[in-house]
């Protein structure tokens, strides 16, 4: 896919201290604004676009942080990290997601053996990486999007507090329970990206991939009505199931994000393990239309084209559809990486994201 141009993303003193520039993980359009968030914070950031001649955007900037903690209760509190990896926005809504995984201790340099192959069998939980997050949408005095804990009777809402998280979910499931105890890096379980469409949300997952094969789980969220401020599950379809699974062949890479497209969905594909490359756009023609748990193979998919990616840096982690940059809605995406190089990082605080054409 080609490049046409970067724009630069500003932030804050605050989330640059907080690494939140530099560990990008999801991005959606709204308006003249950005939502975006990082995997290093419980929080969600709101940036805005500056426009230069003709009208084409030249950065985003006005960044406002929005904290989760203020607006849903979140199950460990409001200083630990709940890893969102994927934003969605239908309805007045903005949809937030933690990642659902377990985390193995890094090697740090410079210690002992022993301390090393200790650290390598530790796995921890983080429980505000099982989250799923509803917050309503209004507008500020600007005309500007911004999320609120309640407007009227629209109330932010969370799925996760009580053991009904997607991960309990699937405890039962016959093809991803043996995953649940695997931390992400590791293959297992590890939730990427998430799109609205109508009542559902597609939880895309960029861990398992289960022989080649990368999972998409379908739910429909709906408020809790005897308990503010949480959700629950819906049946999707007759059988009374609380959820779909659908699995695609991405040629054996993993969902890094989704995409809503009308009734398509375009898929940002990756990696599963800590490797770097190959990326990719894949379109999946019709996802919205279809309604029993799928198998789509390689040729019910249009493979758009390949992302840059580095060694170790430049991860592709989050696209958004761009609609009015250029007076061509729905012909470009913008893509936002994890470990920007340092060719990324501008002298104002800020990184480049990237602007591709979609092929027509």
């Not at 105890?181 to 597609?202: C, F, M, Q, T, W």
């Not at 490359?277 to 279809?290: N, T």
């Amino acid at each position: 896919m080609i490049v046409e141009r970067r724009v630069e993303l500003r932030f804050g003193a605050e989330s640059r201290a907080a690494g939140t520039h530099t560990n990008l993980s999801a991005v959606r359009q709204d308006g003249r604004c950005l939502w975006v968030a990082g995997d290093e914070t419980a929080t969600i950031e709101r940036l805005t676009a500056v426009t230069g001649p003709g009208g084409l955007v030249t950065c985003y900037d006005g960044h406002r942080t929005v904290r989760l903690a203020d607006l849903v209760e979140l199950p460990a509190g409001p200083e630990e990290e709940a890893d969102i990896e994927g934003l969605a926005r239908a309805g007045g809504w903005l949809w937030a997601i933690g990642s659902h995984s377990l985390k193995r201790k890094k090697i740090k340099p410079g210690r002992s053996d022993a301390k090393s192959r200790k650290r390598l069998a530790t796995v921890v939980r983080e429980d505000n990486r099982f989250i799923l997050a509803r917050l309503p949408l209004v507008q500020d005095a600007d005309g500007l999007p911004q999320v609120v804990r309640a407007d009227g009777d629209r109330t932010a809402a969370v799925l996760g507090l009580k053991g009904d998280s997607i991960a309990d979910l699937l405890a039962r499931d016959p093809h991803l329970a043996p995953f649940l105890a695997i931390p992400s890096k590791d293959n297992g379980l590890d939730v990427e990206g998430i799109a609205a469409h109508g009542d559902r949300l597609y939880i895309g997952l960029r861990g398992p991939v289960l022989r080649g094969w990368a999972v998409l789980v379908e739910i429909r969220p709906d408020p809790e009505p005897d308990a503010r401020g949480r959700l629950r599950l819906l049946p999707v379809g007759a059988g009374g199931d609380l959820y779909r699974t659908h699995f695609l062949d991405l040629g054996g890479l993993g969902i890094r994000d989704l995409c809503p497209d009308g009734d398509d969905l375009l898929v940002l594909t990756g990696p599963s393990m800590s490797l770097s490359g190959p990326v990719r756009v894949v379109r999946w023609p019709g996802a919205a239309a279809v309604d029993y748990p799928d198998i789509v193979s390689a040729a019910e998919l249009q493979v758009l084209g390949e992302l840059p990616h580095g060694d170790g840096e430049d991860h592709a982690e989050g696209v958004a559809l761009l609609a009015g940059d250029d007076g061509r809605p729905g012909t470009r995406l913008l893509v936002v990486y994890d470990s920007p190089s340092p060719d990324r990082l501008t002298e104002q605080g800020g990184v480049l994201a990237d602007v591709v054409a979609l092929p027509l």
